[in-house]
């Protein structure tokens, strides 16, 4: 019994590759290759060379003193918000951008709807001297104005998406048809551990490094390698997949995944996507996703843009229906209010993002011994519009 990946592509009856006839042979090449050249010692190397000094990893792992004292339990922030770029993400560009190269790809595509994602998959091109285009809504071209600036100064090329609701779900149908037309030379940065199989299972692995390191640092800091609870917030999963992914199948350490609830659950403006989800495809797997009763795909809504995505991995579909973490669904007050309580209790600005895990404290009791492990998936630079505002600072 696992609740990783079967040899299908599929974890338990979520994931596979649906895709159209002509996207067939990019996603084969890459399903046949990946495995073997991330097992190869020399891409190793690389990988982990980078991740210590370009990543700056390992991120610590804080023990948060004051936000333990406050809940009666001992609380860990796995410090993701002090990598390069600021997130999680970059973890998964790196290791794709090596990836990319071993195939013999000298042109990446990216799609990105808040932009935190093109401007990691820029910088690694960069890094590289490799092409980049990234394709984004025009509706999110003008959102995120200063993420586009980002790529632009790293050497990006930011395509428009004009069609549909000129948002993420366009940007992906442009990348997409992009990457038809170049099958040869290009390769498709995903950035979450959603799409076609591999690339959930790819990006889990690449994002894994971070329980490794939570493992070992535990056992320096507490004489145990497992946690009693991991929690991370899941727009697409990758840094909940990467924070759960070493204790999948020691059921010991108890996973919670914390969605964005928005305005709330049934408010009809959120992104609680397994709660709200039902069985169908997005972005070539099966999955749960948010849709009307004919199978239209609903649009998400969360204060946080990184969380603002219809579907979930298929990881987590399994882990949901499988009842093997818990899912909670945190409100856009709820999350703000946790945020601004981090910054003022251990001096950390948090994004957004994981200001919906921080606020699990305040919705489920733990007990005093308990080890609680939180995925601190990125820093609060990006956000400051967002709580000035909220907050009226
Ligand atoms: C993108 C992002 C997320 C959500 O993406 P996942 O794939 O679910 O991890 C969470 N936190 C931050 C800081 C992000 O930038």
């Known amino acids: 019994m696992t609740y990783n990946i079967n040899n299908k592509g599929y974890y338990g009856e979520f994931?596979?590759?649906?895709?159209?006839?002509?996207?067939?042979?990019?996603?084969?090449?890459?399903?046949?290759?990946?495995?073997?050249?991330?097992?190869?010692?020399?891409?190793?190397?690389?990988?982990?060379?980078?991740?210590?000094?370009?990543?700056?990893?390992?991120?610590?792992?804080?023990?948060?003193?004051?936000?333990?004292?406050?809940?009666?339990?001992?609380?860990?922030?796995?410090?993701?918000?002090?990598?390069?770029?600021?997130?999680?993400?970059?973890?998964?560009?790196?290791?794709?951008?090596?990836?990319?190269?071993?195939?013999?790809?000298?042109?990446?595509?990216?799609?990105?709807?808040?932009?935190?994602?093109?401007?990691?998959?820029?910088?690694?091109?960069?890094?590289?001297?490799?092409?980049?285009?990234?394709y984004m809504g025009e509706i999110d071209i003008a959102r995120q104005a200063p993420n586009v600036a980002r790529m632009k100064m790293l050497g990006a090329t930011v395509v428009p998406a004009l069609s549909g609701s000129r948002t993420l779900k366009d940007a992906t149908n442009e990348a997409i048809r992009d990457w038809i037309n170049n099958p040869v030379d290009t390769h498709y940065i995903i950035g979450s551990v959603v799409g076609p199989h591999p690339y959930p299972d790819m990006v889990a692995r690449f994002q894994a490094i971070v329980s490794e390191e939570i493992q070992w640092q535990l056992q320096e800091k507490e004489g145990t390698s497992k946690p009693d609870y991991v929690v991370a917030c899941v727009g697409g999963g990758s840094n909940a997949a990467g924070a759960f992914y070493h204790f999948l199948d020691d059921t010991d350490v108890k996973l919670i995944a914390v969605e964005a609830a928005g305005k709330g659950v049934h408010s009809g403006e959120s992104a609680a996507t397994s709660i709200l989800g039902k069985e169908g495809i997005i972005h070539g797997s099966k999955t749960l996703l948010m849709q009307t009763p004919d199978g239209q795909i609903t649009e998400p809504y969360s204060i946080s843009a990184g969380l603002d995505y219809p579907g979930v991995g298929p990881m987590h579909a399994h882990l949901y229906k499988s009842g093997r973490a818990e899912f909670v669904a945190i409100t856009d007050?709820?999350?703000?209010?946790?945020?601004?309580?981090?910054?003022?209790?251990?001096?950390?600005?948090?994004?957004?993002?994981?200001?919906?895990?921080?606020?699990?404290?305040e919705h489920k009791k733990f007990k005093p011994e308990d080890i609680v492990v939180v995925s601190l998936s990125g820093r609060g630079d990006k956000d400051l519009e967002t709580y000035i505002q909220h907050f009226g600072l």
């Open 333 to 361: 007050d709820d999350a703000m209010t946790a945020g601004l309580e981090l910054c003022k209790m251990e001096g950390i600005i948090p994004a957004i993002e994981s200001s919906h895990a921080l606020a699990v404290f």
């Open 15 to 134: 994931g596979g590759a649906y895709i159209p006839e002509m996207l067939y042979p990019n996603v084969e090449e890459l399903r046949q290759n990946y495995l073997k050249v991330m097992a190869e010692p020399e891409f190793q190397e690389e990988f982990h060379a980078l991740l210590k000094d370009y990543v700056g990893r390992p991120s610590p792992l804080y023990f948060a003193k004051r936000l333990s004292a406050k809940y009666n339990t001992k609380i860990y922030l796995k410090r993701e918000d002090l990598n390069h770029t600021g997130a999680h993400k970059i973890n998964n560009t790196i290791g794709q951008i090596l990836m990319a190269k071993r195939l013999g790809k000298n042109r990446i595509i990216a799609e990105t709807g808040a932009g935190q994602h093109g401007v990691a998959t820029a910088t690694v091109c960069a890094l590289m001297g490799l092409e980049c285009i990234v």
